[in-house]
């Protein structure tokens, strides 16, 4: 085997990589380069019989309209990589082939009077994007309209999924307190938050592996986030490469990072100095994972759609743990250590401003002010790590208020909130308790899977225009006229108000199922 030239990898042909075809020495080709998965795939998140089921293959089919193309560098140590793949070798059947999607249901005829009647099932026409008016209009049509193994991670909350539907139900604990004859001709949302301007107070945060939304995942992201007017925070776990994001920007456009701290520390640092030499204007640290929640449409999912007889011979026998594979696998690229002791090296890593993602209570904080951070984002990670845990809205008040008696100001530390934003009027509500803007990330996918970077533009303009008659009806002319004196958070913290049924809510939460229904 001779030395390839660029890398100093040895070149194999793609014979010699398919004598690793069994789950106890499993090759598997990604991008012309050849790894050792065998370890790998009994913690594949997606599960192992995407890894098995290609042993000795090359499944970059498989891998690229999910990943981005340097996440096994990310993933893997060096000696897992065992070198290039003479493309010349490569035959079409060490190939491996995407399976074929479903057709969808067509409507059955009805049945003649007398005979038996068979349940219609009819064949789901998306409806045009004029017909979208709120964002659970979006999330109706990604349902219908995703892969199920997609919808899955998107929709799926930690354990009972409490905290996932309470996000949006807390601000409903919110009411309004409007003020009168006030001049509100003219309505101006424009704002800013570190550095960035935007249109109204809202930014796109971060979230994992927008390839399965839609082809062009984050790369639609950036641009819809430009033709909005809004700042998009980059995810670490992206469908596509930095690069690829960052060239995908408008010449001007200001855009966020998020970034989860890797055990190898080198990475992380290498990773934000690429980060700032881009221009990037703030680096949001994600601190509430450090293990992964227990998610339960994303671990049923995978197994009804993904389970195979290699899988199933592995979990009979107990050598795969499926409930904790995704949390060993994340593991290998989020460290757990990570502490306070390590805000000093963050600081020192970065001009950038750096913030913490995940907040849940005032003394953290406090802490994270006194640290000489730039501020925080009060997150639960969208309801899918700690359930029962408050959402980030019912934690605002008591931040603020202990932020204030240390002395911080909003100018010197910004607070966000992302989780459960999905009206105009929720936005309202976040910048009166505090709120320098608030993050949404679930309805940027639904729109995207929806109708591409469009639907993500018509959605934020849909909020856009509510949030403007919140401001007309309330009172407040502008962003900063927004005060704690328009809302009452008499009963936010109070879990037991009895309130109207939400039927918006209703008609888009797909309730979780036990094995026995499914």
Request: proline residues 6%; aromatic residues 6%; hydrophobic residues 40%.
């Amino acid at each position: 085997m001779a030395a390839a030239a660029d890398s100093g990898l040895p070149t194999l042909s793609m014979d010699e990589v398919a004598k690793h075809n069994t789950k106890e020495d499993c090759w598997v080709v990604l991008y012309g380069k050849a790894y050792d998965l065998t370890k790998f795939g009994k913690v594949h998140p997606g599960g192992a019989a995407l890894i098995y089921d290609n042993a000795g293959k090359d499944a970059t089919a498989l891998f690229d309209p999910i990943h981005p193309k340097d996440i096994m560098d990310k993933l893997l140590k060096p000696s897992l990589t065992m070198g290039n793949v003479d493309p010349a070798t490569i035959k079409d059947e060490h190939i491996a082939k995407p399976p074929e999607k479903k057709a969808p249901a067509k409507k059955k005829p009805a049945a003649p009077k007398g005979e038996a009647v068979e349940l219609e099932v009819e064949e789901f026409v998306k409806p045009p994007l004029a017909a979208m008016l709120n964002t659970f209009d979006f999330e109706s049509v990604a349902r219908e309209t995703m892969e199920p193994q997609a919808w899955g991670y998107y929709s799926s909350g930690g354990d009972d999924e409490i905290t996932l539907r309470d996000n949006h139900m807390a601000f409903q604990r919110i009411t309004m307190r409007p003020r009168i004859l006030v001049n509100v001709r003219e309505i101006d949302m424009t704002t800013s938050f570190l550095g960035a301007p935007s249109s109204l107070p809202l930014y796109f945060t971060a979230t994992a592996l927008a390839k399965l939304a839609h082809p062009d995942g984050e790369v639609g992201i950036v641009r819809a986030a430009h033709k909005a007017g809004v700042p998009y925070m980059l995810p670490t776990l992206s469908s596509y490469t930095l690069d690829e994001m960052l060239a995908a920007r408008t010449p001007g456009q200001q855009l966020f990072a998020q970034l989860y701290v890797n055990p190898e520390r080198s990475r992380s640092e290498e990773y934000v100095k690429k980060l700032e030499e881009a221009g990037v204007k703030a680096l949001f640290v994600t601190v509430d994972a450090p293990q992964l929640g227990r998610r339960e449409k994303d671990m049923r999912n995978k197994f009804t759609q993904q389970g195979s007889d290699v899988q199933g011979d592995d979990e009979e026998s107990g050598e795969v743990d499926r409930s904790q594979g995704a949390t060993r696998a994340i593991s290998s690229y989020i460290d757990p250590g990570l502490c306070w002791d390590d805000v000093p090296w963050l600081k020192s890593i970065t001009k950038m401003k750096v913030l913490l993602k995940g907040v849940q209570c005032a003394e953290d904080a406090v802490m994270a002010y006194k640290a000489g951070l730039s501020g925080c984002v009060l997150s639960n990670h969208g309801g899918r790590q700690l359930d029962t845990c408050r959402s980030g809205i019912e934690v605002l008040p008591e931040v603020m208020e202990a932020l204030r008696e240390a002395g911080a100001t909003q100018e010197d530390f910004a607070v966000f909130v992302d989780g459960g934003i999905r009206r105009g009027a929720d936005i309202f509500k976040a910048v009166a308790l505090g709120a320098a803007g608030v993050g949404v990330g679930r309805p940027v996918l639904y729109s995207l899977a929806s109708y591409g970077d469009k639907g993500i533009v018509r959605m934020v303009h849909m909020l856009q225009d509510e949030l403007m008659m919140v401001m007309r009806l309330s009172g407040t002319p502008n962003v900063s006229s927004i005060t704690s004196q328009h809302v009452i958070t008499k009963n936010l913290s109070d879990h037991i108000v009895p309130l109207p049924a939400d039927n918006l809510v209703a008609g888009t939460y797909m309730p979780l199922m036990p094995a026995a229904r499914l």
